[in-house]
């Protein structure tokens, strides 16, 4: 084998990867009922398998209860009731922790979030028709995915309904 053969740098092994990085962005896509939503990754901190939610009396509609996450006491919010949807039976499931600006919640989701990487170019405003008059105020912006509409959540917005309503 020459000399000219054998690849010399990360590059001439894999291959370029340019631009794909940069101008695509990662969410955590989830279903509640029947609609999609994600949220951006950069924004989840970890998924976490709950088995109990604690009740938490005069709370907020929309939070569901407390729960322990390795020492950390945080509030489960139910994004259905903040997006004008049925209610999530309050019981054990997949808890998606979602932080920012040193704020942090549990998001109630169904099943195991996927990560979608969509290309910046693929991104739009949220559909004037989709979802209901609470949901528009949640929304970002949308996607198509594995043939699904995806609504993806401002999580600013979640962590704070209560700024929307005064």
Not at 8 to 24: F, I, P, R, W
Not at 35 to 59: D, N, T
Not at 137 to 164: A, C, Q, T, Y
């Amino acid at each position: 084998m020459s000399e000219a053969e054998i690849p010399l740098t990360d590059e001439d092994l894999y291959g370029s990867e340019s631009g794909v990085a940069e101008s695509a962005e990662e969410f955590a896509v989830f279903r509640l009922g029947r609609e999609w939503y994600g949220v951006c990754l950069a924004c989840v901190r970890q998924v976490v398998v709950i088995s109990k939610i604690a009740f938490v009396p005069g709370a907020s509609k929309w939070i569901v209860g407390m729960i322990n996450v390795r020492g950390d006491v945080l509030s489960v919010t139910d994004p259905r009731r903040l997006l004008g949807l049925q209610a999530a039976p309050a019981e054990a499931g997949v808890c998606l922790i979602v932080e920012e600006r040193a704020v942090a919640t549990g998001l109630l989701v169904e099943g195991m979030p996927e990560i979608a990487a969509v290309e910046r170019s693929l991104l739009q405003a949220p559909p004037a028709s989709a979802g209901t008059v609470e949901a528009a105020e949640f929304l970002d912006k949308s996607f198509l995915w594995n043939g699904h509409l995806v609504g993806v959540l401002r999580i600013d917005r979640l962590l704070r309904p209560e700024e929307m309503a005064s």
